[in-house]
């Protein structure tokens, strides 16, 4: 991808309502999510491999790997809006690239796109071995929407 | 969607198959997912909603509608394929149409077609109130592949 | 898909001004697309095979295909808006399912979700041989946005 | 997007095989592509502004845009395969993130993962100004399949 243009926050304190928003998401802590760097349009997403995350082979299920890659996108998305606003997935799609093994995985959110209404996202989740060496499994592009002073429904 | 035309299974042992290789994700346990209706390139799994399952609004969490939508396509997938074949998801994209509020919803995969080694789904998420009066909440198409004789990894 | 809820316009010269939209589309004129029912939510592009549109194998090329669901699908989410609104494509993802072959294809653009900001469309491009015989070539899934009252720029 | 590893071609003569087969593509000669760069794994093509490409407000059509993007991915992936080989497009998604105007665009095609079967692309439009200024209008991510010794359909 092209150099990504530094993004500037509308809030400065986008990191703290970042995180008190990741610590409501009630479905990131069954699944031992961590937020780890909260950066201007750049949010990093990590799940440690647990057996009861599995699929039918043993790796973590795509599912498990889309909920890191759409919580990193969206709050990437919401680090870049103003206070008061919240944020909604549009839509997302995802190319599982490989299985996902070993230790751990990092989802990384990334905002391609910030506009008024809709931002768009880039997310990539790289599993990491027990020897620390990476590899990407899986790509995310994420839609998703500005919500300000009119509930959470369009 | 024009009218399905009827799927013919391949392996007249699909349903079991089907069963038994859900009942190896150890991950829809963890979200309480259960296998419903198993019909020729048709798969419903079921998702009662459940407080450690939602996000910042105390909604269902995208990625736990994606996981149930992803089941449902793969299983609905590897219904048509043949005896010893395996099923990956290669990419998935998901619309979020509304608030997967409610008692529970259902996601329903459905096969558009079925090729030698990739198979295009449908699915549809229905969230079910407490009346059973029902509403779409999201929607996916699924991109899946067979593996056979080759181990998982293309 | 479950059985579509029918759409109730917003503005009852949906129809007109859908066509004289459409009329504006000057690269439709370049190849060759027609537009075909326009009814509240749903909309037919149609598009005669040429030479001149073809991929290297002799195909219609998915950019064309992908040309006409996507007119297809922005008109059936513009017949639903207000007057004086205009769409915006924000995003759509085809599937190729088969080779377009055959005498022409006809895009058919439905609205699955019809919101006050977001569309989403479902399109199925089918393709018609000489002897009138169909086939489902491809399919679409597109956002749409409603501009209204403040240029074209979210 | 994490650096990408360089890609090595199975055959060394892909660059004529992906121009030639770029040259077959008639309705890349009816839009005015023409082919840029053609690296291992990188093809960018350029679309010049031309009235007839238009849509209603005078951009560039979504479907030029992605008919670039979609080539420039195609050609990208075939020159990654081995000779002999034909690609087929499974699905493709974009994302149009702001009107594309100015004098021309380029999409770049990239791949980010190649397998023997199935690779993804990442993809790229640019629109450049008279003063050749560039914005990015459009991403693409695309799913590419290799076509060998047995005709072009799945």
């Known amino acids: 991808m092209t150099a990504p243009v530094p993004h500037v ?13 990741f610590d409501k998401q009630q ?12 950066e201007p349009g750049e949010v990093d997403v990590e799940v440690a491999t647990r057996g009861d995350l599995t699929q039918q082979h043993g790796f973590l ?13 969206g709050y990437a998305a919401l680090s870049l809006m103003p206070a008061g606003a919240a944020v909604l997935s549009i839509e997302f799609k995802t190319n599982l690239l490989a ?4 230790d751990r995985i990092v ?39 500005t919500v300000v002073d009119r509930g959470l429904v369009d």
Do not use: Q
């Open 61 to 73: 299920h795509a599912g498990v790997v889309a909920s890191a890659a759409d919580s990193a996108c």
């Open 27 to 38: 479905f990131m802590a069954t699944i031992g999510a961590r937020l780890l760097r909260v």
């Open 9 to 21: 926050p509308k809030d400065p304190l986008f990191e703290s309502r970042v995180r008190a928003s």
């Open 99 to 102: 299985p996902a093994t070993g």
């Open 107 to 145: 989802a990384r959110g990334r905002v391609i796109r910030a506009g008024r209404t809709v931002t768009v996202c880039w997310g990539e989740v790289i599993a990491y071995a027990s020897d620390n060496s990476e590899r990407l499994v899986a790509t995310m592009v994420a839609t998703m929407m």
